[in-house]
């Protein structure tokens, strides 16, 4: 039996209560939803370019780094299973970071020492937040200032890293520009979503979002010599798990020693703050989402997400340590499935179908040997696309956060720190200016409007 066919008006997407989670299973609780799948099916390009990070930072063969995208690729599956209604990802901003802090230590087993002890306690922090009931209390006594500074920030750095010196526009510009380009006209114009019900392709781009962007970037890359053609293999893909338990994780490697713990608290702490800025943007575009349809109400509980890619963290740190973190939000995607859920019961029937569908489509496409290789040659472009739409709508969002002028000039700055020096840096001066202009009260006074 379908449960979710007899959803009332108004109503939540049905689920099994299980304590602090909802458990909602495909087919049974939400309708399966194609479009989103098939996105998923390439878009699995954007998980795979955390292979290049691993290589880099660690010397990780490709099946063994393989091998933990396919794990966080299962770990993803948590947050709609459980009741989140997300698109989960990496901590993106986070992840020069990390790098930073990681490459202090001499490569090899020291190297993974650090990065199991920094992920473990990230984890740990995320979990006890979520279980005490804080984490929801955090994201309500934040300032709003704070709160738009950190995502305007992270939308900044996000669009930052394409950009820079070296960055992967310099290696795919004419690509990049292409796919950006239409990408943002089918996702976030007027004019398209005037004009895609006149005709049936132009509703059939309109639903498959952002797959026929990494489709097209598949044979415009070659066309401009900026990638080599696909060499399709056929298949299923072959991950190493051997060699990433042996090499890679406490089993091979053992524990870290304490200290390393203790030299982790820094980098925890900066990469917390950048994680939260995701969360208070998961709520943000979810209530626009909730705005638009009246027809399902949309529980998002930052101290339910807080277990989740909390546990996804402490998860990894044991069997698979991942550079790119485990997130509460994938936010260009989120935004992708999102619009398309604005659309209607129609287009989409529930948001848990359509980020299920999504990322039971992109660990599909990890296992296909076909798939991959396909995309292989554009996973430096799938990853800037995902950054420049996750930037247009964290700077969207962190205005939107401001209850002020005066807000928003915070905000600005904040933002600007942050890209320039740090998360804790910005975070540092948010709480100072919030201080000199507002008092003790640290917030907008409940009577200005400007």
């Not at 795919?172 to 006149?198: C, D, E, W």
């Not at 990638?227 to 072959?238: K, M, N, R, V």
Request: net charge neutral; glycine share 10%; proline share 6%.
């Amino acid at each position: 039996m379908s449960l979710w066919k007899h959803r009332k008006p108004g109503a939540e997407a049905p689920f099994w209560g299980l304590g602090p989670f909802k458990i909602r299973l495909p087919f049974l609780h939400y309708r399966f939803e194609w479009p989103d799948y098939f996105q998923g099916l390439l878009m699995c390009a954007v998980d795979l370019a955390a292979i290049s990070l691993m290589a880099e930072l660690l010397g990780m063969p490709f099946e063994a780094a393989l091998a933990i995208v396919l794990i966080n690729g299962l770990f993803y599956l948590l947050h709609h299973l459980l009741g989140d209604p997300v698109v989960p990802g990496w901590i993106t901003p986070a992840i020069p970071l990390l790098m930073m802090y990681v490459s202090t230590f001499p490569e090899g087993e020291s190297r993974v020492h650090a990065l199991i002890a920094f992920q473990m306690m990230l984890g740990a922090f995320a979990m006890v937040l979520g279980a005490s009931g804080i984490a929801r209390r955090v994201v309500h006594y934040i300032p709003s200032a704070i709160k738009a500074g950190i995502i305007m920030g992270a939308g900044l750095a996000a669009v930052a890293v394409v950009f820079e010196e070296g960055g992967r526009f310099e290696s795919f510009p004419m690509t990049i520009s292409i796919a950006v380009g239409i990408a943002f006209y089918l996702i976030f114009s007027r004019h398209f979503a005037a004009i895609q019900n006149k005709h049936w392709l132009l509703a059939l781009i309109g639903k498959l979002g952002i797959f026929p962007i990494i489709a097209l970037a598949i044979v415009v890359a070659p066309l401009f010599g900026e990638a080599p053609w696909p060499d399709i293999e056929w298949g299923l893909t072959s991950p190493d798990f051997v060699t990433m338990f042996t090499e890679y994780t406490l089993f091979g490697v053992g524990l870290p020693p304490l200290m390393m713990f203790v030299t982790a608290i820094p980098t925890v702490l900066a990469a917390y703050i950048v994680l939260f800025g995701d969360v208070l943007q998961s709520k943000a575009i979810l209530d626009e989402a909730d705005e638009a349809r009246q027809d399902e109400k949309i529980d998002y509980s930052p101290d339910r997400a807080h277990i989740i890619f909390g546990a996804r963290n402490f998860g990894m740190s044991i069997i698979g340590p991942d550079v790119a973190m485990c997130g509460p939000l994938w936010a260009a995607m989120h935004v992708v499935i999102v619009e398309r859920f604005k659309k209607g019961r129609k287009a989409m029937d529930s948001i848990f179908g359509g980020a299920g569908s999504f990322r039971w489509g992109t660990n599909t496409g990890l296992l296909l040997l076909p798939v991959v290789s396909l995309v292989q040659p554009i996973l430096g472009i799938a990853l800037a696309l995902t950054l420049l739409i996750q930037g247009y709508v964290s700077v969207r969002i962190g205005i939107q956060e401001a209850k002020s002028e005066r807000d928003l000039g915070i905000a600005g700055v904040i933002a600007a720190i942050l890209v320039v020096k740090g998360a804790t840096w910005a975070f540092a001066a948010g709480i100072l200016l919030c201080f000199l202009i507002y008092g003790w009260r640290l917030r907008t006074p409940s009577k200005e409007t400007r």
